[in-house]
């Protein structure tokens, strides 16, 4: 089994910031990639960033220059500090990982965490 958990998110003016974190833990012996998507009412899920176990990160074009992604292999952990926050980015944060056990590998969403962020 294994557990995400997503914390950090919440209403917030434009221009302001948030930090979001997801804790993994259980039956993991390595996790690969670490990403964060988000959706919005009405829309599809959209990658916002990504990173892998060696650091490489990847952005979704509307967040390049306001949105940092980073993670600590030792607590199993991938953070998403955004700032320059815009009422655009409201959307509920799902947290996802890439990861491998003692059975295999597989992926896992967490949860969700909502961001408002108002005009």
């Known amino acids: 089994q294994v557990q995400l958990v997503e914390s950090g998110g919440g209403l917030v003016q434009a221009g302001g910031s948030l930090r979001l974190s997801c804790a993994a833990s259980?039956?993991?012996?390595?996790?690969?990639?670490m990403d964060w998507y988000r959706q919005a009412p009405g829309k599809q899920r959209e990658l916002v960033a990504a990173?892998?176990?060696?650091?490489?990160?990847n952005y979704a074009d509307s967040v390049k220059g306001r949105f940092t992604i980073s993670r600590d292999n030792a607590k199993n952990t991938v953070y998403l500090q955004m700032n320059s926050l815009k009422p655009e980015d409201t959307a509920v944060y799902y947290c996802r990982i890439d990861y491998c056990s003692g059975y295999g590998c597989s992926d896992y969403w967490g949860q969700g965490t909502q961001v408002t962020v108002s005009s």
């Open positions: 259980g039956n993991i012996v390595r996790i690969n990639i």
């Open positions: 990173i892998t176990r060696t650091g490489s990160t």
